[in-house]
């Protein structure tokens, strides 16, 4: 399974974003898809994540200005960025729980996209 992500750039204060992620591979089911950011120095932390029926997830910061969908025919999330602040810059990593089959077997595992970089400044 690969998560390829991509919709990141450089964008001024205020501005928006929309990132989309999507899984290939021989996928039977993903339950749960999400996205993470990264700032330099910092940890990794969770923005948002969204199940296979739609129930949301949000990190505080993200509330009000950020919104997770996905399309479940796709194998694709997104994140759309309203109201970007400078503090908003950081590599966005997708992230998913795919159920697949490698050969004759399904594997159940968290698998991680490449990151997309995010940068708000004027």
């Known amino acids: 399974v690969q998560l390829q992500a991509s919709g990141g750039g450089l964008v001024q204060p205020g501005g928006s974003l929309r990132l989309s992620c999507a899984a290939s591979?021989?996928?039977?089911?993903?339950?749960?898809m999400g996205w993470y950011r990264q700032a330099p120095g910092k940890q990794r932390e969770l923005v948002a994540t969204?199940?296979?029926?739609?129930?949301?997830n949000l990190a505080e910061f993200a509330k009000g200005r950020f919104t997770i969908s996905r399309d479940n025919a796709k194998n694709t999330v997104y994140l759309q960025l309203n109201s970007l602040k400078p503090e908003d810059t950081g590599v966005y990593y997708c992230?998913?729980?795919?159920?697949?089959?490698?050969?004759?077997?399904?594997?159940?595992?968290?698998?991680w996209g490449q990151g997309t970089q995010v940068t708000v400044s004027s």
């Open positions: 969204v199940t296979s029926d739609g129930n949301t």
């Open positions: 591979g021989r996928i039977i089911r993903i339950s749960r």
């Open positions: 992230n998913a729980d795919p159920l697949y089959w490698s050969g004759d077997e399904m594997v159940a595992l968290n698998a």
